[in-house]
């Protein structure tokens, strides 16, 4: 199947003729703009792509996508997509799922496949709620979250979605947002075109059941000083006028205020260091406490070989070293014939 | 002396030790070399679910019951001909199934103190007179042993783990087994990497054959003619490699991937060993991080357009439950093989059991039919597996097929088939013709109410398909309730007509008509043939039907059922086809349930058949 195009395809090739069915408002919306807009960027032909999801408002995605699409159970599309990649390497394969589906029901299917680094493209929309079951908590819920589960606040612990893929060894971390266009499209292309398991937290804003969750990193007025948008080879500064840096401190991060220039002591973004990489997943201090959060391609190891492509080489090692006839393999080493 | 020579149709053997005493190895090499030598052959083993059990304990036995015959031979058998008990644990938890008269061998070294104290044995039996009704062999075996062995150098805890290779070799002279196929095997197992223990396994080996000719045995040497087999090439299979065999041979044949996804259970792991030895032969082995994940695997390989199968046990079976319901609702070709043992929990993971019928058939949410076939013995799980992919991939349906402990393990004389002599296997892959104006109807279904399958990177029949109910032939997502009593129908409907292309049941053994008429599945077929078979020989009117196809059912069983005038089902569970028949054909089946771990008796079958037709 030749990744070749008769004509060039724009976004809109990329999508259904179904009705788009998510709430007004929903963040979900500028998610699915932004990955057709990618898609069309990448000019990936439609047939070699496949979505696939797990249950929950945010696993509807595929049904609005014009290309393949499997809408599966509850926490499960990293299962499905394992086999689907396994035999089938030449697909473009997506798995949408949210913060309930891929990290609560689905949390073990998710930190194997990361272990396993198939070459997929996970997309994580966290809203930090259940939306489609009307408003639960789920396990990236804020302690003190009133909810219909939780009507007296929850006292549960929140997961921090980008340090447990870190540290179930994806080769690809970062985190975005559903309300900067320009920055999730750029975090999504990268994602698409990383070669083994891409994981992508998306900060998405539910306008039902928990809205303005991410406001603190999304709106205007207090962004600049609680995003931190790290990008390779460039210090890490943030703040209204840029007037803030990170600097490390043996393992410690500080931050500091610049008076004038970039001192040389500024933590400089390293995408490919798994050390510094693990500190930056660890900042998830509240807004308002002094520390940003990291948005961007936190960490990216395009080096170590995809599951698949270790298995097709043992497939083709071994195809040469054995035969493959399938009578002598029914035979066996100990057979006998009566005439 | 020369030795009295006994011409006999068959033999039972047991061999019974610790679970490091190497019977399950033994039995297995006499099972083969008897197969070699022509016999028919069916094999039991039975062993402890822990790895190395206490040693000497009741409960740390391990055996393997080998039966060879000249005729054809369906079960392991219900009683034994020569025991072989390596100590007294062996001898006490055997001792049951020797015939009066039958041969005891035994290992001297196994009745110590400490061996009776742990068989709790007050007295020793080797010396009470207790086992004065069998002909007794016993065995120094460490003297033995160590004699053969002595210019070796090897240790003494080495020297004792080898001794069933004199026993081995014993038995090959008392029952005329030709001793260069054992040597043949023997070498093979071991001289890669352990040339040293290949050649005093070989010593011993030919020290136990020679020790059968010198020492002067009060007992006759046995020929077991052949067996009437007809032509073609054999070997020895066991149900879990007939298993994989015929998943493999169907992939090949569809001219398709065999995508296998296992997660570690007893008794099933095997086939996820023998696949992932397979790669060459196109098989896609994944050990999954639970079984979801194994069938949901699976999926994702169908959706990609190749097979996918995997196998678990009742534990891991639950655990798919969801995930059939997903293969049913996107009608995708998949195969679950349910090894069942016996339940429910941990249950007894090494024991045979056939008590996930119901979950087979019904265990799903919603309305979700499913192909239900079971393998009948370990040679025909191959048969079985094929079918269940062939089904499978015809009518775009995950199929399920029942296995348990007793064919898993168990081994027969197999006649391989010539895989162009097995029927075709065609996908109903996507064409032109199922679209429409252009467009591509996913759930148009064909005359057999099957969908097409349209798999990715086929350009232009891009689309969308997951567990919410779907539209007839657009498979758009509908929540209209007519459609979704149609589409649950329209479901229904193909797995129905299944029925229409499966061979229609015949009787397996008897009259069409009589008294009584026994109805089995799965495993139990042996025994229940055998006793069938037994009881018309002494002219008692019974007959026998033995079901493949569980879901659906042969079209004419009910027809056949009501030519009798009692049915008895014996199943090793609390009666689940015995509530089938009732409740599909309104007809008055009595079950004969055994739930024990252990397979059914050919006598407490006869017995069970004399007593019911006395009773009338």
């Keep these: 199947m030749a990744e070749t195009l008769s004509s060039p395809v724009t976004p809109k ?43 929950g408002c945010s696993s509807r995605f595929p049904y609005y996508m014009g290309t393949y699409g499997l809408h599966g159970i509850h926490g499960r599309a990293p299962a499905i997509a394992t086999g689907l990649k396994l035999v ?5 394969v997506w798995i949408i799922t949210g913060d309930g589906d891929g990290l609560s029901i689905g949390g073990n299917h998710l930190i194997h496949i990361l272990r396993r680094n198939v070459d997929v493209t996970i997309l994580l929309f966290n809203n930090e709620v ?53 920055h999730l499209r750029s975090v999504l292309s990268r994602a698409a075109l990383h070669r083994g398991a891409a994981f992508v937290e998306i900060y998405q804003n539910c306008p039902v059941f928990n809205d303005g969750a991410f406001f603190a990193y999304t709106e205007k007025e207090s962004k600049p000083e609680n995003a931190l948008f790290v990008e390779h080879g460039q210090p890490l500064l943030f703040g209204v006028q840029r007037q803030k840096a990170l600097v490390l401190e043996g393992t410690v991060p500080k931050v500091v205020t610049l008076s004038e220039e970039i001192p040389p002591e500024v933590w400089v973004h390293d995408e490919t260091d ?56 029914l035979r066996g080493k100990n057979y006998w014939s009566v005439p | 002396m020369s030795t009295q020579r006994v011409v006999v149709p068959d033999v039972v053997i047991v061999f019974a030790g610790d679970s490091g005493d190497g019977m399950q190895l033994s039995g297995m090499q006499f099972a083969h070399v008897s197969a070699f030598r022509g016999n028919d052959i069916a094999t039991f083993p039975n062993y402890p679910a822990e790895i190395r059990a206490p040693q000497g304990t009741l409960a740390g036995v391990s055996s393997f019951q080998l039966h060879f015959g000249s005729f054809e031979v369906l079960t392991p058998g219900d009683t034994c001909d020569v025991l072989v008990a390596m100590n007294a644990a062996a001898l006490k938890t055997h001792l049951h199934l020797l015939k009066r008269g ?44 160590g004699a053969a062995l002595a210019d070796t150098g090897l240790s003494v805890r080495e020297k004792e783990r080898m001794k069933n290779m004199f026993v081995l070799g014993l038995l090959a002279w008392l029952f005329d087994r030709p001793l260069e196929v054992l040597e043949q095997m ?37 020929e077991i003619p052949q067996a009437p087999l007809p032509p073609g090439t054999y070997r020895s299979i066991s149900g879990n490699e007939a298993l994989v065999l015929g998943f493999v041979t169907a992939a090949r044949k569809a001219g398709l991937k065999l995508f296998y996804a296992g997660y570690p259970i007893t008794p099933a792991s095997e086939v996820l060993h023998q696949m992932s030895t397979l790669l060459p032969y196109e098989v896609y082995p994944f050990q999954a991080e639970d079984e979801i994940a194994a069938l949901c695997a699976a999926i994702g390989a169908a959706f990609g357009g190749h097979l996918g199968v995997t196998a678990t046990s009742g534990p891991g079976f639950s655990l798919m439950s969801e995930a059939l319901g997903l293969a049913v609702a996107l009608e995708l070709p998949v195969v679950v093989c349910d090894i069942q043992r016996a339940g429910p929990s941990t249950g007894m993971p090494t024991k045979p059991e056939q008590a996930d019928l119901l979950q087979a058939l019904y265990g799903r949410h919603g309305e979700a039919p499913i192909p239900v076939i079971a393998a009948a013995t370990p040679a025909d799980c191959f048969q079985a597996a094929y079918e269940a992919a062939r089904i499978a991939l015809h009518y775009m349906t995950p199929v399920i097929l029942l296995s348990d402990a007793f064919l898993a393990n168990g081994t027969d004389l197999w006649r391989i088939p010539d895989p162009e002599t097995l029927p075709p296997i065609t996908p109903p892959f996507a064409t032109e013709q199922h679209k429409h104006n252009g467009t591509f109807y996913p759930y148009w279904r064909n005359e057999h109410g ?20 779907k539209e007839h032939i657009t498979g758009n997502v509908s929540y209209d309730p007519a459609n979704h009593e149609h589409m649950v129908r329209l479901r229904a409907a193909k797995i129905e007509r299944i029925a229409h292309e499966i061979p229609l049941q015949t009787v397996t053994s008897g009259d069409l008509e009589g008294d009584l008429l ?63 028949l009732r409740a599909r054909y309104l007809v008055d089946a009595h079950p004969y349930s055994k739930i024990q771990g252990l397979p059914l008796t050919i006598s407490e079958l006869v017995e069970l058949i004399q007593a019911t037709l006395r009773h009338g």
């Design chain 1, 88 to 92: 089938r390497p030449d697909l473009h």
């Design chain 1, 274 to 329: 798994p050390r510094k990489a693990a500190i930056l997943t660890q900042l998830m201090d509240a807004p308002g406490t002094g520390f940003p959060r990291p948005f961007g391609v936190i960490y990216a190891n395009p080096d170590r070989p995809t599951y698949e492509e270790l298995l097709s080489e043992k497939h083709q090692r071994l195809s040469q070293e054995h035969p493959t006839d399938l009578e002598a393999l």
């Design chain 2, 186 to 222: 023997v070498t093979a197992k071991f001289s890669a990497r352990h040339p040293e223990l290949a050649a005093a396994n070989l010593r011993l080996l030919r020290a136990g054959y020679h020790f059968g000719e010198t020492s002067e045995l009060l007992t006759p040497r046995y």
């Design chain 2, 450 to 469: 099957v969908r097409p399958w349209a798999i990715p990177g086929m350009s232009g029949f891009e689309h969308r398909i997951g567990g919410l109910e």
């Design chain 2, 102 to 145: 039958g041969l005891l061998i035994l290992n001297e070294a196994g009745f110590d103190r400490r061996y009776l104290r742990l068989a709790g044995y007050s007295e020793n039996p080797l010396t009470d007179g207790s086992l004065s009704g069998y002909q007794l062999i016993v065995l120094n075996l460490p003297q033995l042993v």
């Design chain 2, 518 to 580: 026994l109805v089995s599945w799965g495993s139990t077929y042996g025994a229940v043939a055998s006793a069938v078979q037994e009881c018309r020989r002494q002219g008692l009117s019974v007959s026998h039907i033995h079901l493949r196809y569980l879901n659906p059912l042969p079209r004419n069983l009910g027809e056949l059922l009501r030519n009798f005038r009692r049915i008895l089902v014996p199943e090793l569970n609390s009666g689940h086809l015995t509530q089938l």
């Design chain 1, 13 to 55: 090739d990329y999508a259904s003729d179904q009705e788009v069915r998510w709430c007004p408002g929903c963040g979900d919306y500028a998610i699915l703009k932004q990955v057709q807009t990618v898609l069309a960027d990448l000019q990936i032909p439609r047939e070699n792509v496949v979505f696939i999801s797990g249950i």
């Design chain 1, 130 to 182: 259940y939306g489609l079951t009307k408003g639960q908590i789920s396990p990236t819920s804020r302690p003190g979250q009133r909810t219909p589960s939780t009507p007296w606040g929850s006292f549960e612990n929140p997961f921090n979605p980008v340090a447990l893929a870190f540290a179930a060894g994806a080769t690809f971390v970062a985190r975005t947002m559903d309300r900067d266009l320009a």
